[in-house]
């Protein structure tokens, strides 16, 4: 596979971009514009190799944060007239029941992603912005869409179906679906490789703990459960939002406290997790805290590592066989305490931990499971902005 690709994922008040070589599997460049829609933006670019360019700029919106970017790319470099691209990839969080694989964006595509707000209402608006703005910048390149949930499309009916009434699932797509899809389906083949199994003949949970976190049961390199549904709220507690809670709370808290289904809503996602509980979404500054002896930051840390290991518990017991564990994302590449935290005590399920290895700080993908370990423990850095490049050359070249 070859080509070059414009990885563009664009956030709320974010956009990401990266500019990918897919077969030497290297980025060329990559930015991120911060801010959109605020007083002070910030565009940040970089080429491979060389100091990032830093430009404080009002950024007033998507359509400027790219139009900066493509400038960033003329004054900086690489030169994107010259530099072969043979496509544009976009992230688009939800595909709903439509897409359950990259597809060629048209005007029909583009359609279909905004109305599927209804079901990501944060998320794919601001992708079909990104997508209008980067065709009409590129009109004569293909563009192509990423989903977040199509390596999910594999999961059985009964990990997908919530048990509700059957006419919200029908009329209002009311299921699961999951996410972060892009990068378990890198993390679960790295892992695979690492092993040096076939992949098709490996079953891997996956652990993608970021700001965002999730975790996926992967049965021969198909996704067969993953913690979060119908939205990305469900599941591992996360940065900003809580993970799995009682469903009644919404209920309950309207009838003692007045509190709206929007407000919860947005409590649950912007106001929950590890904020919440530590006052922080930022695990880094939660460890400097519980060194400071703040018993808010411990019980968040305990919190967190208990629903990981819920969840491991959960899919080791759908996959039957689990031949290894791995870990992704900032906090499961980085963090070898929430690593140990969240396994310990599991050796009679045959997951042993070598402190050594773990407590190695590396880059690449590595083993820090026990010699013998029957299950093993990887990291494996995941490479989303790669594996949509990926995807999308292969796309091209059927
Ligand atoms: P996102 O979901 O926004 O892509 P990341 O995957 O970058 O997020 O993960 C962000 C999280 O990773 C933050 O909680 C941050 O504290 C944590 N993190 C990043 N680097 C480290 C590190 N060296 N040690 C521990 N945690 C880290």
Redesign the pocket.
């Known amino acids: 596979m070859t080509g070059r690709v414009l990885v563009v994922n664009c956030g709320s008040s974010s956009l990401k971009y990266r500019l990918v070589d897919v077969a030497a599997g290297e980025a060329l460049a990559w930015g991120l514009a911060e801010r959109i829609g605020q007083p002070e933006g910030r565009l940040t670019h970089a080429r491979a190799g060389a100091e990032p360019d830093v430009a404080e700029q009002p950024l007033p919106d998507h359509e400027a944060a790219l139009t900066a970017a493509l400038a960033a790319f003329d004054r900086t470099g690489p030169a994107l007239a010259d530099a072969g691209l043979v496509a544009v990839a976009h992230r688009v969080v939800h595909g709903g029941d439509r897409f359950s694989a990259p597809v060629l964006v048209d005007d029909d595509v583009l359609r279909a992603v905004r109305e599927l707000a209804a079901l990501a209402p944060l998320h794919n608006p601001v992708n079909a912005v990104g997508i209008d703005v980067a065709r009409r910048a590129f009109p004569d390149l293909p563009h192509v869409a990423v989903f977040d949930t199509a390596f999910h499309a594999t999961l059985p009916a009964a990990a997908s179906t919530y048990a509700v009434p059957r006419e919200w699932a029908r009329e209002h797509g009311v299921r699961r679906y999951g996410f972060h899809g892009t990068s378990h389906a890198f993390v679960s083949r790295g892992a695979a490789e690492l092993l040096g199994r076939p992949l098709e003949e490996t079953n891997t949970v996956v652990l993608h ?5 999730s975790a996926t049961a992967v049965a021969g390199g198909r996704s067969v459960d993953t913690s979060m549904g119908m939205t990305p709220l469900e599941g591992l507690v996360m ?1 900003t939002r809580s993970g799995d809670v009682d469903p009644a709370l919404g209920a309950h808290l309207h009838r003692v406290a007045g509190l709206g289904p929007v407000e919860v809503d947005r409590a649950l996602n912007g106001a929950g997790g ?1 904020l919440a509980l530590a006052g922080t ?7 400097r805290r519980i060194a400071d002896g703040d018993d808010a930051a411990v019980l968040a840390l305990d919190v967190f590592c208990h629903r990981v290991r819920r969840y491991v518990g959960a899919f080791m017991a759908v996959l039957g066989r689990t031949d290894a564990i791995a870990f992704t ?3 499961g ?3 070898a305490v ?1 690593r140990a935290r969240s396994l310990a005590g599991l050796e009679p399920l045959g997951v042993r931990l070598d402190d050594e290895r773990n407590a190695v700080r590396a880059g690449g993908a590595r083993r820090v499971s026990a010699d013998g370990s029957p299950v093993a423990v990887l990291v494996v850095p ?1 490479d989303e902005e790669l594996e949509m490049a990926r995807q999308t050359v292969a796309l091209l070249a059927r």
């Open positions: 703990l970021g700001n965002g976190a940065g590890m979404n930022d695990l880094r500054e939660v460890h994302g900032g906090i590449e980085n963090d929430v995941t």
